[in-house]
């Protein structure tokens, strides 16, 4: 009976909380229908006479309560049990009390506060701070502070050319700035009315953007030489760019470790751990001239990316990432969990497109991923060096 009228203030605390999650970013606003009533469950005659003590009790509480909520009383006129005056429902005049009821009236009393002082600030920011409540009630007031100054600078400055750490904002810097660059681009993508999507944090911000770097390794001893013998290299786009390097093949690996494991090859380097950022292969004029290789996962997302490289090197050609590499290897597969749902892949071959295809439509089981990292070296560096023809 207790579950299933739920009348204790246990079990309205507990609907409260839901309802406190649900409408809380209306609440911030103004916004929502006031008083709140929650019933509470009124017994019947018969089900009194069954939990005598239980209704007692039940009563008892409510009679006593304190607040916040108003109790609302009815009376029930029974055969048996007579004149019976029992709790009906319970009124909630506006959101503070509800906040106090199950105990976060610090954390909604900060929360108002901080949305009126950044409504008051930026009117045009309130719906969308308003469904930050981690920000609002939660956050220490340094992080807090160091948001709204930033935000406001930012505003003031919107073509800085500085770089993270040079912002004169007291207590931001590259890390803070990093571990909450979502936020502080939605916020300011709002008051600027600008936006956000594919656009970096360094662009939206005015602020200078970090050169692009890639990492290669040089696998001939005899173009090592024309670098004074660097084999692991980190460099900027552009610089690799104007190499006159006599390279004579390239290969582009998603994986780290797989690039690590590259043995020696003549006339050949080898570009690692890029993922989605492939564009930055067509700012390098010389790869146009040159066999390209790129081999990345077997899933959806590997042909993804193969598919972007192919925009600025449409010659590239992939490698172990065929159908009978992927049935191969059934014993390695593991679960791609958020395959790629993007727009249509326009630069696969027809043999590529098929597997892809396959690989969306679950034609072995939903999910299949062939990580590169997962196939036995022995076998795949057979198929490497076979590229290079020795």
């Known amino acids: 009976m207790a579950k299933r009228l739920r009348l204790d203030p246990d079990a309205v605390r507990e609907r409260l909380e839901t309802r406190f999650q649900r409408q809380r970013n209306a609440w911030l606003k103004g916004e929502g229908a006031w008083p709140l009533s929650l019933p509470l469950g009124v017994p019947s005659e018969a089900q ?3 939990h005598p003590h239980w209704i007692t009790r039940w009563i008892d509480t409510w009679h006593d309560w304190p607040g916040p909520g108003e109790v609302q009383w009815v009376e029930r006129r029974w055969a048996r049990l007579g004149r019976q005056r029992l709790p009906h429902s319970i009124h909630f005049a506006s959101a503070d009390e509800v906040a106090a009821f199950i105990g ?10 901080r949305l009126s002082r950044v409504g008051e600030r930026w009117p045009v920011l309130t719906d969308t701070a308003a469904r930050s409540w981690a920000v609002l ?5 340094d992080d807090f502070e160091r948001l709204v100054k930033l935000l406001a600078w930012l505003e003031a400055n919107p073509a800085s050319g500085l770089l993270p750490r040079q912002l004169p904002v007291p207590g931001v810097h590259s890390k803070w700035l990093e571990g909450h660059r979502r936020l502080v681009m939605r916020w300011l993508g709002v008051i600027r009315q600008c936006e956000t999507r594919g656009v970096t944090l360094e662009r939206l911000a005015g602020l200078r953007t970090p050169p692009e770097r890639l990492r290669l390794r040089i696998l001939d001893p005899a173009l090592r030489r024309h670098l004074a013998g660097l084999a692991d290299i980190e460099a900027r786009v552009e610089e690799i760019g104007a190499w006159s ?11 780290l470790q797989t690039g690590l494991a590259f043995g020696d090859l003549p006339g050949t380097v080898v570009f690692m751990q890029q993922g989605y950022a492939v564009d930055l292969f067509g700012a390098i004029p010389w790869l146009a001239s040159v066999p390209v290789f790129y081999w990345g996962d077997l899933d959806t997302h590997g042909f993804a990316i193969l598919d972007r490289l192919r925009v600025h090197l449409p010659e590239a050609r992939s490698l172990l990432m065929d159908e009978t590499t992927l049935l191969g290897h059934r014993a390695l597969w593991t679960r791609e969990n958020k395959p790629y749902g ?8 027809e043999a590529e497109s098929r597997l892809f295809a396959n690989l969306r439509s679950g034609r072995w089981g939903q ?4 990580e590169q990292e997962r196939i036995a070296w ?8 076979a590229c290079v023809g020795g």
């Open 367 to 370: 999910g299949v991923r062939l």
């Open 378 to 385: 022995p076998w795949a560096w057979e198929n490497i060096v």
């Open 48 to 50: 009194a006479r069954e």
């Open 342 to 349: 993007g727009a249509s892949l326009t630069h696969l071959t």
């Open 245 to 255: 390097l006599p390279v004579r093949r390239v290969f582009i690996v998603e994986n």
């Open 137 to 141: 009630a939660e956050w220490p007031d």
């Open 104 to 113: 976060k009236d610090a954390q909604w009393r900060q929360a108002r506060a």
